[in-house]
């Protein structure tokens, strides 16, 4: 973890963190422990925007969109902290990275 929001409190920089889908954490699928079928789901993972709508990676006056709420395979993402997942810094984040993608996507099907 690189930099967090003011908001953030369950991680901190210098975490290590493995990222997962994201979820709204309101609607009635997510309040209910199903997050994996919140009425936001591909909105918020496949078309790329945060919760309140907006993008959060620009360069110039272009928005960029995040895939899978995450972007796994990226160098940097920006996440909610909904979808952050803070492990131990003993194991190889380079194994984790794709599980948050790869094994989590295959999961949706």
């Known amino acids: 973890m690189e930099r967090v929001g003011s908001n953030v ?15 709204c954490g309101h609607c ?7 997050p994996s079928t919140c009425e936001m789901l591909n909105d918020l993972n496949f078309g790329g925007v945060m919760n309140d709508g907006t993008k959060r990676i620009h360069k110039n006056d272009v928005e ?3 895939f899978f709420g995450q972007s796994s395979f990226g160098t940097y993402a920006v996440s909610n902290e909904r979808n952050v997942v803070k492990v131990d810094k003993d194991v190889d984040l380079r194994l984790l990275g ?3 993608c790869g094994k989590q996507a295959a999961e949706q099907c």
């Open 64 to 66: 960029f969109s995040t």
């Open 98 to 100: 794709p599980l948050g």
């Open 28 to 34: 009635e699928n997510c309040l209910s422990g199903h």
């Open 9 to 23: 409190s369950t991680v901190k920089p210098g975490d290590h963190v493995a990222l997962s889908f994201s979820a």
